[in-house]
Nanobody
């Protein structure tokens, strides 16, 4: 399974971006997918996850009400809509996939994308 994250860029505080994670080479519809992020000098942290069916979503407290994760199994793509962005959201965002797990522990995710940089200016 290969993951390709895209959609990052430079945005002003309060703005929006939509990240995409295109999945290929495997049974996308059977994998849960998550977004993680890593800010400069910090450890990677969980942002959001979505179940294989799209029926369940999970969010870190710091993005609840601002970010929305969704998936289109017909397009083998997961999205992260990021609204009301803050400078502290600046990070490299990674998507990851796992079968049977959709939690916050990155060690359980088997497949990772290369990351896309999001920079939020104040």
């Amino acid at each position: 399974v290969q993951l390709q994250a895209s959609g990052g860029g430079l945005v002003q505080a309060g703005g929006s971006l939509r990240l995409s994670c295109a999945v290929s080479g495997g049974s996308f519809s059977t994998h849960n997918v998550a977004w993680f992020r890593q800010a400069p000098g910090k450890e990677r942290e969980f942002v959001a996850a979505i179940s294989w069916s799209g029926g369940r979503t999970y969010y870190a407290d710091f993005v609840k009400g601002r970010f929305i994760i969704s998936r289109d199994n017909a397009k083998n793509t997961v999205y992260l809509q990021m609204n009301s962005l803050k400078p502290e959201d600046t990070a490299v965002y990674y998507c990851a996939a796992a079968k049977g797990y959709s939690g916050v522990d990155e060690r359980w995710y088997d497949y990772w994308g290369q990351g896309t940089l999001v920079t939020v200016s104040s």
